[in-house]
């Protein structure tokens, strides 16, 4: 079945440690997000792709960082510049020419400070 | 710039009972909008989209949304609530650089 994959599901980080959060899809799509979701706040954009090798900050993007070494993975890293990174991940992607086409979500990393 | 804005951050209805969450969009180009569910350590699924054509959209579990251009909502139904149904719920709008604007969510609490 094609979908995004999530992982590690949890995670905990030390002060001052950068962490890295996996994301891969099987869609073939050519766009992929990262957004943060705190309570109350909804989603916010951190960081998207829409061709490999290329990617835009969102709204939030400081403290964060991504790659796009390839079509299927987007791993964001959370670094030590992050001063609240306590939240939950959610990354997604999306067909990139088609506007109305909604995104595919992926289960999520649950990320917490040690 | 588009924006979403969800009426409540939480509604609670009895179970049999009408669900009605409420989004109003702001756009200066003619919006696809989108609503999705959230349960709970889970990522979003889609529950419905509208893009052109028919204002009257329905979606998966029974539910459906109108688009109101004169009004700008996009408001969300379910003629009888389950308990199933206790979620998240987020409404969205597509802007021209292919992103995604969410609102901030409504908690659906479903009473016994």
């Known amino acids: 079945d094609g979908g995004i994959t999530q992982s590690p599901k949890y995670l905990f980080r030390k002060e001052g440690q950068n962490v890295t959060l996996s994301c891969e899809q099987n869609?073939?799509?050519?766009?992929m997000y990262w957004y943060r979701q705190d309570p109350g706040q909804g989603l916010r954009l951190i960081y998207y792709?829409?061709?490999?090798?290329?990617?835009q900050k969102g709204d939030i993007a400081e403290g964060y960082s991504v790659s796009r070494e390839k079509k299927e993975s987007f791993p964001l890293t959370v670094t030590s510049a992050q001063k609240n990174p306590t939240a939950f991940y959610l990354c997604?992607?999306?067909?990139?020419?088609?506007?109305?086409?909604?995104?595919?979500f992926g289960d999520g990393t649950r990320l917490s400070i040690l | 710039a588009q924006s979403v804005t969800q009426l409540g951050s939480h509604v609670s209805v009895s179970e049999g009972a009408l669900v009605l969450l409420r989004c109003n969009y702001s756009?200066?180009?003619?919006?696809?909008l989108f609503w999705y569910v959230q349960y709970p350590n889970q990522g979003l699924q889609l529950l419905l989209k509208?893009?052109?054509?028919?204002?009257l959209v329905k979606g998966i579990n029974g539910f459906e949304a109108e688009f109101k251009k004169s009004e700008t909502s996009f408001h969300l139904t379910k003629p009888s609530a389950h308990m199933s149904d206790a979620a998240e719920y987020f409404c969205?709008?597509?802007?021209?650089?292919?992103?995604?604007?969410f609102g901030k969510g409504t908690r659906l609490h479903i009473l016994p």
């Open positions: 997604a992607s999306s067909p990139l020419t088609a506007l109305n086409q909604p995104q595919h």
């Open positions: 869609l073939n799509h050519d766009a």
């Open positions: 792709s829409q061709i490999v090798n290329d990617f």
């Open positions: 756009s200066s180009v003619p919006p696809y």
């Open positions: 509208y893009t052109t054509g028919a204002t």
């Open positions: 969205a709008v597509s802007d021209r650089d292919d992103k995604i604007i």
